[in-house]
């Protein structure tokens, strides 16, 4: 499949509602998926209205606000989970069950032979309660489970013709890129359905995880604003789109890019959590240009040293000129900046003079800017 081709599911209002320090009210939500549906995502995927009255009233005030972007919601693999996902009016069931030995005991109890027969009779119960929704089963901790019983539940769901697509979950985070490529790759080549993968980020390769499966024929990758959800939480939007941008931009200028950092900030202020400072894109640092090798680079032409155009995002670069590591280019820059005709040589003077000072503690720009004020001054 094309890289341009994928669909974003996005899971803020579901996985990243089991964040620790997440607790959406109706108003969040609708904030939430205002923005996300300004941004382009094709689909949101919301709690299970079987978690409480509220989480189920909350589908329907979302699926109330006729979004570009098709409502889903989460289930649980049993028949009573779906009829009220169905009451909602959703426009898409993503139901699990996990598959692991770990979750096939302590979880539910079920041997594969019954994880078919209920994968089966829920899924055969929505297609046939709701014809047009679009379906999807996954099998939670995939990358705990044996291959051999992966391959029995993939194949006897899709084979039943119930559903659209077939989830991938890397639900404790511990896949690797090869991994998640092989699992991926052999859905895509035994079955015709839509493939999708969910990534958790314990071992940090989250991102690099989506990625992988998207190169081996992924149709879907879900994400969540700033990459919350359990523990340390899954793929992130921007991480994703970055990981896209970078390659070619046009795997993601169908996405209106400059609301981004609105939704990082959003979720960053109402979860109460820092956008980290090496965040991608919005991290507070990655625009920042410091050694003076690099922002002489950076001011003759950005593309030196920037995988990422700010611009795309609506920020800005910065260069940072205050310290010991600044050239010269950096200072003249500044001084072009603020439009003050100044000889090299002054400029280089006034560098030593910002180095020195730089080696007790770095100068701010007001101080920076003072300097050359009053440079400019004396030359006149
Ligand atoms: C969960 C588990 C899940 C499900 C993913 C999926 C996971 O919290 O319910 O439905 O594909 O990580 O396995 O988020
Ligand atoms: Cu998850």
């Known amino acids: ?33 205002e923005a996300l549906d300004t941004f382009g995502v094709e689909m949101i995927e919301m709690t299970s209205p079987c978690a409480s009255p509220q989480s189920a009233a909350d589908i329907r005030a979302v699926v109330a606000m006729n979004t570009r972007a098709r409502i889903l919601t989460h289930i649980r693999c049993k028949r009573e989970d779906a009829l009220q996902a169905l009451e909602t009016g959703v426009h898409g069931v993503d139901v699990v069950i996990g598959t692991s030995p770990q979750l096939m005991q302590h979880s539910h109890g079920k041997s594969i032979r019954q994880i078919i027969d209920t994968a089966l009779e829920v899924c055969e119960f929505i297609r046939a309660q709701s ?5 999807r089963f996954s099998t939670e901790d995939t990358f705990r489970s044996r291959e051999s019983d992966l391959l029995r539940v993939y194949l006897a769901v899709a084979d039943s013709g ?34 999708e993968f969910h990534g958790h980020n314990d071992s940090g390769c989250a991102i690099a995880n989506a990625y992988a499966a998207l190169e081996a024929g992924a149709t879907h990758i879900d994400t969540t604003i ?26 993601v200028s169908k ?99 910002i180095k020195e000072r730089a080696d007790t503690v770095a100068l701010s720009m007001d101080e920076i800017d003072a300097l050359l004020t009053s440079a400019r001054e004396e030359v006149v």
């Open 162 to 195: 119930f559903v659209n697509r077939l989830g991938v979950a890397d639900t404790v985070g511990v896949a690797t890129p090869n991994q998640v490529s092989y699992m991926v790759a052999q859905l895509v080549r035994l079955t015709k359905l839509d493939i």
């Open 1 to 33: 499949m094309p890289l341009d081709q994928f669909a974003v599911i996005e899971s803020t209002l579901r996985e990243g509602e089991q964040f620790s320090t997440a607790t959406f009210t109706t108003d969040d939500k609708r904030r939430i998926v």
């Open 255 to 353: 996405y209106h890019l400059p609301t981004l950092p609105m939704l990082d900030a959003l979720i960053s202020e109402l979860c109460d959590l820092p956008i980290p400072f090496n965040n991608v894109i919005t991290g507070a640092s990655a625009f920042i240009h410091k050694a003076g090798i690099h922002a002489k680079a950076v001011l003759a032409d950005p593309s030196t040293y920037e995988a990422i155009c700010p611009e795309d995002f609506g920020l800005t670069r910065e260069v940072s000129i205050g310290h010991r590591l600044t050239g010269w280019n950096a200072v003249r820059g500044r001084a072009q900046k603020l439009g003050l005709d100044l000889p090299d040589a002054v400029i280089q003077d006034i560098t030593r003079v």
């Open 131 to 135: 014809p047009d929704i679009i379906l």
């Open 226 to 251: 700033l990459g919350i959800g359990e523990r340390n939480g899954i793929t992130s939007l921007g991480g994703l789109v970055a990981r896209l941008y970078t390659l070619n931009r046009e795997h």
